[in-house]
């Protein structure tokens, strides 16, 4: 048994593919394994992954047809033999210090898992840059060092970024939670992320920039196409995960309004060639809601503004007519935020 079993999907990724491979092989903690899955590529990744194994006995590569990353994560989980689990995407860089640090802290406090923060990077501007998403901020002032559960953190659950990469975990949990990556869909972290909150006890957020996120176009969730549609699935196996550990109730508010904001952030990022099939989509779960038996508790918890895109995407026929309908909505709202920007000095 290893220490620690790096797993990395690799889909096209021959431009990143070898730094990221590196930055794994470098790390001050020796006693890993990299269990590469090739998922299909068609350039030079499996040669180049083959490459590395055939120098570094720590590398071990597996190849298959295309069935995205999820299911390239869930088979390489099969193979992992360590005491912890790290998923590294193919693209992006981890501090060569982080697996030891990780490793000594999650053993020192018998942890199911360590949260830690990630910073980005924008290749075409060569600019380094922190998102809320990935700082964590109010995590890490919950946190102030201490061990907890996800039963402790309240509605700070959803300020936890869902990304695997931002995560070590124990990887005996791992397979005791039965915990699996959505497959065939971009967004499959998220159901993977919910079962391991809702069966962890000891959780940990480490308060460092240990990970590099690199920003491009090529990235499967930053694409923008056709695959976007998938979030519509993946929230709704979210709140089926919410139900199944009695999370539902109490997140309930939550929820319904999450389920539209979610889903119109990535109509909003879609290309516009695929905005029409991504809003058909859309609709049609939305009017599912329409006559179930709690449509009203539904109505009743979402705000303004996600009453509107709900209201006008099952009113709308196109999407001409639903960009227009939320122009106004959105424009009146920016105009409200303005106004209470502008009294907020005057307020006693």
Not at 46 to 59: M, P, Q, T, Y
Not at 79 to 86: D, F, I, S
Not at 236 to 253: A, G, L, M, S, T
Request: glycine fraction near 4%; charged fraction near 30%; include cysteine.
């Amino acid at each position: 048994m290893v220490k620690v079993s790096v797993v990395m999907p690799v889909y096209n990724g021959e431009d990143y593919l070898a730094e990221s491979i590196e930055c794994i092989l470098n790390q001050t903690l020796d006693d890993l394994e990299l269990i590469c899955v090739d998922d299909g590529s068609a350039d030079s990744s499996l040669e180049i992954l083959n490459g590395f194994a055939a120098k570094d006995k720590r590398v071990r590569v597996y190849h298959q047809e295309n069935r995205g990353g999820g299911a390239a994560r869930n088979r390489a989980l099969e193979y992992a033999t360590g005491e912890y689990v790290y998923f590294m995407d193919a693209d992006d860089l981890l501090k060569d210090c982080a697996l030891e640090k990780l490793y000594d802290l999650c053993s020192d406090k018998n942890l199911d898992f360590t949260i830690f923060k990630a910073i980005n990077y924008d290749e075409d501007t060569d600019r380094y840059y922190e998102t809320p998403d990935y700082s964590m901020a109010k995590i890490a002032e919950f946190a102030k060092g201490k061990v907890f559960s996800f039963e402790d953190l309240g509605d700070l659950i959803f300020n936890i970024t869902v990304t695997p990469w931002s995560k070590f975990y124990n990887l005996d949990f791992v397979k005791k939670s039965g915990a699996q990556f959505a497959e065939g869909l971009i967004f499959h972290d998220n159901v993977f992320f919910w079962e391991m909150l809702f069966n962890s006890k000891r959780i940990y957020f480490l308060d460092e920039f240990l990970y590099t996120r690199r920003r491009h176009s090529a990235s499967s969730t930053g694409a923008g196409d056709k695959r976007y549609a998938n979030i519509i699935t993946i929230i709704n196996r979210n709140v089926e995960i919410f139900i199944r550990y009695n999370q539902f109730e109490k997140f309930k508010d939550i929820l319904y309004n999450k389920k539209v904001t979610w889903v119109f952030m990535r109509y909003e990022n879609i290309q516009e060639k695929y905005k029409q099939f991504f809003f058909d989509e859309m609709k049609r779960d939305f009017l599912k809601m329409v006559g179930h038996e709690r449509h009203d508790e539904f109505i009743g918890a979402l705000d303004s503004t996600n009453s509107a895109i709900y209201q006008y995407c099952i009113s709308s026929d196109d999407i001409e007519e639903f960009d227009l309908k939320i122009e106004k909505v959105m424009k009146k709202n920016k105009i409200k935020n303005k106004v209470k920007r502008i009294m907020k000095p005057f307020k006693k």
